[in-house]
């Protein structure tokens, strides 16, 4: 009996990559999803976001742009540094092969309003984010936003500095 992990690798592999392999798949999370997807997130790129997501993960984009466009607020897109991404798990879900992943971003914790004001934060403020990902393959995604996945689950938490 096959466990959950090796039937996500094993339908990622027949319909998707025969290559796949979850070490080398976190190498090309690093370089060319996390890095991207985080550029267009602290954009608030809605256009793009809409089709590098799906469901529940562009739900997610859409709730926080949108409350950043009520509170007239744009956020700095100065990131600092990405942690190394930490695999979570492969798995089947409906017959569909998920990867979940995730990663902390260090980046400027700074708000400004269409004037340019500083409303939250400040520009010499660094906060660390979370961002967990569960992503799944989708080749048409490859030439439309620089990937060949889409992101079906995105969860995002600020953590709070110890000192």
């Known amino acids: 009996m096959e466990t959950e992990s090796g039937s996500g690798i094993t339908a990622i592999r027949q319909d998707f990559d025969p290559d796949f392999w979850p070490d080398d798949f976190m190498s090309v999370a690093e370089t060319d999803i996390i890095p991207i997807f985080i550029q267009k997130y602290l954009e608030g790129d809605m256009a793009w ?28 897109q100065t990131v600092l540094w990405i942690n190394e991404p930490i695999l979570d798990c492969v798995l089947l879900e409906n017959r569909h092969p998920l990867v979940r992943f995730s990663t902390t971003i260090q980046h400027v914790d700074c708000s400004r309003n269409s004037k340019g004001e500083v409303v939250d934060g400040g520009p010499t403020k660094v906060s660390n984010s979370l961002f967990i990902f569960t992503v799944t393959p989708y080749s048409k995604n490859e030439e439309r936003v620089g990937f060949p996945w889409q992101i079906c689950q995105l969860s995002t938490h600020r953590l709070q500095a110890l000192m």
């Not at 809409?50 to 469901?55: E, G, L, P, Y």
């Not at 709730?63 to 009520?70: G, N």
């Open 49 to 76: 976001l809409k089709i590098a997501c799906a469901s529940e993960g562009e739900a997610v984009c859409f709730a926080s742009i949108q409350e950043r466009i009520a509170q007239d607020v744009h956020w700095d």
